[in-house]
């Protein structure tokens, strides 16, 4: 990059997530400063989906407004996304960021023209009043998974479009993804606020669904999910016995048209010296369905993080989990231990 002559070259593997690209891809991105706050980008590479046998590749443009305190930023793309001959994903889309010293807005807008259909709406938002409360909400409207031809090759066997197109048109695949590409929606709503020196508290409801999809090939009929509403409560202390230590404490219910159930779960940190961190958890989970099965899970955790160096990390992790399931015809208990050590080294 060159600040003074205004240009970006990026090459690699990439995080994606923006311009249009959804997630990590291995290629080029390109950028141009038009005007302090304008920047022209382009993009092309090939996504990486680990385990896929689909060998997809893409080229995009975008156009970037830089976000600034108390002002409007975001961007405009268009992108193009090929397997085999034929279009995987085409897409425009925008995305707008706000930010100021109290809150925080971003929004994102996805059609795909080859489907034409709406693939991602997103709104999320955070604001803080003056008496520290912090306010947040989110809806998102998504295709999952993302709209995409090879979706339709679900549960037929096959490793390539172009053997399916072979026998079949195009459109009969298109329809077969559309048919095996579901819905989600997810709302959500809630707070925190710092009720006394050491205490936080807060709380949130969230509303979630999943359609289902229909019958294609060897994948039989599946129904959506209905919805789901969680109510949560948290409480987070900080300095609670010891200078460096912090604990959460997190309980949930669950109601969804299949089950119900409830969460508590408790975690502790404290960090024991500048070098030494010490991590212990507690999660219990109920859930009862429709025909009487009742199922719990408890689960301890225990985690140390030694820091060897600036970037050397010693770490070590022990677990169980003790699950019980009981119903009219059926009772079964199972013991599950974890344990880990190793190293990490973090680099940049």
């Known amino acids: 990059s060159d600040s003074a002559a205004g240009y970006l070259v990026r090459a690699g593997r990439q995080p994606g997530n923006a311009g249009g690209v959804l997630g990590r891809f291995d290629g080029l991105w390109v950028g141009y400063n038009l005007a302090p706050r304008w920047r022209l980008n382009g993009v092309l590479g090939t996504p990486v989906e680990f385990g896929s046998p689909y060998k997809k590749s893409f080229y995009g443009i975008n156009l970037d407004l830089v976000p600034q305190l108390n002002r409007w930023g975001g961007n405009i793309y268009y992108l193009h996304q090929g397997i085999d001959g034929v279009v995987d994903r085409r897409a425009v889309g925008a ?18 023209l080859s489907f034409r259909r709406i693939n991602i709406a997103m709104l999320q938002g955070n604001w803080q009043s003056e008496g520290r409360t912090n306010y947040f909400f989110l809806l998102d409207h998504r295709r999952s998974p993302p709209y995409s031809i090879t ?48 205490w936080q508290l807060g709380a949130d409801v969230r509303v979630s669904n999943v359609s289902g999809t229909g019958a294609v090939g060897d994948m039989p009929l599946s129904n959506g999910t209905g919805n789901i509403v969680v109510y949560t409560v948290q409480a ?17 219910m669950i109601n969804s048209p299949t089950y119900s159930g409830q969460s508590i779960a408790l975690n502790y940190v404290n960090m024991v010296s500048d070098r030494t961190r010490l991590d212990g958890s507690l999660r219990f989970y109920s859930q009862k369905d429709g025909n009487g099965i009742r199922l719990t899970r408890v689960a301890p955790t225990f985690k140390t993080v030694y820091r060897i160096g600036e970037r050397w990390f010693l770490e070590g992790e022990l677990a169980m989990e003790i699950t019980s399931t ?14 880990y050590f190793g190293y990490r080294w973090d680099f940049y």
């Open 151 to 198: 979706n339709g090759l679900i549960g037929q066997g096959l490793t390539s479009v172009r053997t399916f197109l072979d026998s079949s048109p195009e459109q009969t695949l298109r329809d077969q993804a559309l048919q095996l590409t579901s819905r989600s929606n997810l709302a959500m709503v809630g707070f925190t606020h710092p009720f006394t020196e050491h």
């Open 95 to 112: 995305e707008a960021r706000f930010f100021d010293e109290r809150s925080t807005y971003f929004g994102m807008l996805d059609y795909d």
């Open 326 to 339: 009981q119903g009219p015809t059926q009772s079964e208990k199972s013991r599950r231990h974890y344990a």
């Open 236 to 252: 987070i202390g900080n300095a609670l016995w010891l200078g460096n230590d912090f604990g959460v404490v997190n309980a949930s």
